[in-house]
């Protein structure tokens, strides 16, 4: 009797396994399905001529997407020398609302944070840096930007 129950939770365990396989061919048609691009939330990090800097986060998705905040702050950065060493850290010397907040952005829209380069930086000395930035967004936190930085001090 064991033998018979164990015999058939076999090949019931071995008929799951085989459904559930993978199949990249699209029924429709017969051909193999290209794997599609993921359209998602993008972010980008720009140096303008006069030295101060912009970080955009754009909504490349067809819906509406919520960034979650658990601060006032937006957007964090940091300015590294040639070591790695971090010069300097926008929120080091700030104090932030904590209180969760959310920004709805829609489709296609971008949204636009000036970084005030010029008057955060004027205890660090000039010279050549990597300047990198991210959203204080809880879904966006992984999206790091960086950048060659030239600071030429106060």
């Not at 970080?55 to 067809?62: A, L, R």
């Amino acid at each position: 009797m064991k033998r018979i129950i164990f015999g058939l939770c076999t090949f019931f365990l071995i008929l799951i396994l085989a459904s559930c396989g993978t199949n990249n061919t699209d029924t429709t048609t017969g051909n193999e399905s290209k794997p599609k691009e993921e359209k998602t939330i993008t972010t980008k990090l720009e140096v303008k001529e006069d030295g101060n800097a912009t970080f955009t986060i754009k909504n490349e998705t067809n819906e509406e997407a919520t960034l979650t905040y658990s601060s006032g702050q937006e957007v964090e950065y940091q300015l590294l020398d040639n070591e790695k060493n971090i010069v300097f850290t926008y929120s080091a010397d700030k104090v932030f609302v904590l209180m969760m907040s959310e920004n709805v952005i829609q489709p296609n829209e971008e949204v636009v944070i000036q970084l005030e380069l010029k008057t955060e930086l004027a205890e660090v000395p000039a010279g050549s840096y990597t300047l990198i930035a991210w959203s204080a967004a809880k879904e966006l936190s992984d999206k790091k930007q960086e950048i060659a930085y030239e600071w030429a001090g106060k």
